[in-house]
Every structure is written in structure tokens, then in C-alpha cells.
């Protein structure tokens, strides 16, 4: 019965999770929470996550009541994700991992969402729709490996709501995605937009540059409300995320979609992909923010899962990528 314990730092978010044989034991997590209108740059980010990651270790620990020497395994995200904070998390893991001669695993980040996504909900062998601050991305296991199906050609869903945010000054408290999420409930005029998908791929940039030139203009004359303009690029991005998801699925004959990533908390993005599985006769799996968000269990998961595979990480060999 192997213990993995995980640690994830990609991005904003820095989790210590702990795993063994599909029960998640612990999961504590923290975030870098910078003011309305304003993104987190990786330096600050990276500092933040120093100052929290010994405090998580412990917390993990004890929250699984587990001691260094019940932990069989140190999992840690290898990438992508931003430089500054992945070698913050990678340095206390192999310090970790050597102090308590545990052996160390690389982990990609992207199988860690999708890992953690088919433990919570038991999906078999789904139709990814990997969606995130970082990551666009629609997935499927085909022939012993994850390809892509399809993928954003320029900047990630989450990416385009975080900086839409900033254009509004709205709260990156508990996250700007959230917040647009809960001002589009209040939404009731549809302002169209560029909706641009090519193929199996989709473009964001050109609807962030068009609904950025927009804002302010129409919010002045009273054309519409923030309400209205955070409700209209949900309806737009999420509707091209749902045309590729169902793309892919008619290609591999699936009947299963798992959404993932922190974008995939949405509760609208899962009603407009439960609509489109319902008329396919297809069936939907989603997680909650516990797991949707970037967190240490899922990187503990996806590590339990290389673990008994046997695949080990050389020390030689631990450092991290961006991409």
C-alpha cells in the first residue's frame, strides 16, 4: 500500500497532497492572491511559495496522520508551467526526497488534472477537456499515450477571463475566474463576439483584444453592463471549448467526457457540456474546485501511478520545463 506525497507549484496555487492506493489523505493548499487588477508575476509568486511550502509539508502530514517514514514516494510537477515557482517546489522535493531517502518523481502537470480527474470520478477512458489559466487542450488516450486532439493556437481559456478581469478591476480573490463566473449569473444581454475556432484548434486572443477595445466604450454609453460582457465571453469561449470537445469525441467514438483544470470549476462550462453529452448519449464527469484547482493530490496520484509502474526520477534528471 504505497504512499506518494505530491507537490504542486505551477502556477499561483502551491499544494502539498498525499496519496495512497486511490484515497486522497490530505490536501491542504494556498494562493497567491494579488490585487484587482493585476496578474502574479513568477518572481513574488515564486517567494510566496517559499514562505508556505515547509508549513504545507507539515500540515499534509498530519492531516494524513502519516510520518516522513510511512511516505513511500516524493512526487513533484516536472512542468509546464511558470519557471520561478516549478523550481521553488522542485528544490524542497529532492531536499525532501534525499533527507528522507525517498525516491523522486517528475510529474507532468497536465496528466496530474487528467489523473485525478478519472480517480474522483471514475471515468474510464474519457474525452479530456483540459481547461486552465495555463492549458487549453482536449486529450484522449490512444494507443499507450495522451495525444491532442485539439488545442488553443495563442493564449488558454483561463488566461483570456484572468486578463478580461483585469480590464474590469475585478477581485482575484478567490480567483478572477470565479468572480467573472458569478457576474455572468447576473448577465442579460448577449454582446456578440468573435468566436473563432479552426478546426480542432480555437483562438482567444483576437476575442480578448476585441472585447478589451469594447469594454469601455460600451459600459460609458450604457450599451451594457460588466454583467453582461462577463456573461457573453463565457457564452462565447465556452461554446468553442463544447464544438471541439464534441469534435474529438465523434473521432474516437467516445462516451465519456472528463473535464479538468481550474476553468473546468465552471459551473456553466458544465451545463453547456452536459447538454452537448446528453444529445450525443454520452456521459459527463466533472470534479469540484478541491480538485479542479491545481492541487498536491493530484500530483501525489499521478506519482502513485509512475510509482507502480516503476519508473523512478534520477536526481540528475529533476529539474523542471515551462513547456
Known sequence: MPAVLGFEGSANKIGVGVVRDGKVLANPRR??????????????????????????????????????????CIAYTKGPG????????????????????????????????????????????????YVSG??????AYSEHRYRIFGETIDIAVGNCLDRFARVLKISNDPSPGYNIEQMAKRGKKL???????????????????????IAQRMLATGECTPEDLCFSL???????????????MA????QE?????????????QEMMETMCQERGARLYA????????NGAMIAQAGWEMFQAGHRTPLSESGITQR
Open 234 to 248: 463565457q457564452e462565447t469561449v465556452f461554446a468553442m471549448l463544447v464544438e471541439i470537445t464534441e469534435r474529438a
Open 257 to 269: 467526457a472528463l473535464i479538468v483544470g481550474g476553468v473546468g470549476c465552471n459551473v456553466r462550462l
Open 134 to 139: 495555463g492549458n487549453t487542450q482536449v486529450i
Open 31 to 72: 494562493t497567491y492572491v494579488t490585487p484587482p487588477g493585476t496578474g502574479f508575476l513568477p518572481g513574488d509568486t515564486a517567494r510566496h511559495h517559499r514562505a508556505v511550502i515547509l508549513d504545507l509539508l507539515q500540515e499534509a502530514l498530519t492531516e494524513a496522520g502519516l510520518t516522513s517514514e510511512d511516505i513511500d
Open 82 to 129: 511558470m519557471g520561478a515557482p516549478l523550481v521553488s517546489v522542485a528544490v524542497v522535493a529532492r531536499t525532501v526526497a534525499q533527507l528522507w531517502n525517498k525516491p523522486l518523481l517528475g510529474v507532468n502537470h497536465c496528466i496530474g488534472h487528467i489523473e485525478m480527474g478519472r480517480l474522483i470520478t471514475g471515468a474510464t477512458n474519457p474525452t479530456v477537456l
Open 191 to 213: 454582446v456578440e463576439l468573435p468566436y473563432t475556432v479552426k478546426g480542432m484548434d480555437v483562438s482567444f486572443s483576437g476575442i480578448l483584444s476585441f472585447i478589451e477595445d
Open 287 to 294: 470534479t469540484d474546485e478541491r480538485f479542479c484547482i491545481d
Open 251 to 254: 473521432h474516437c467514438g467516445s
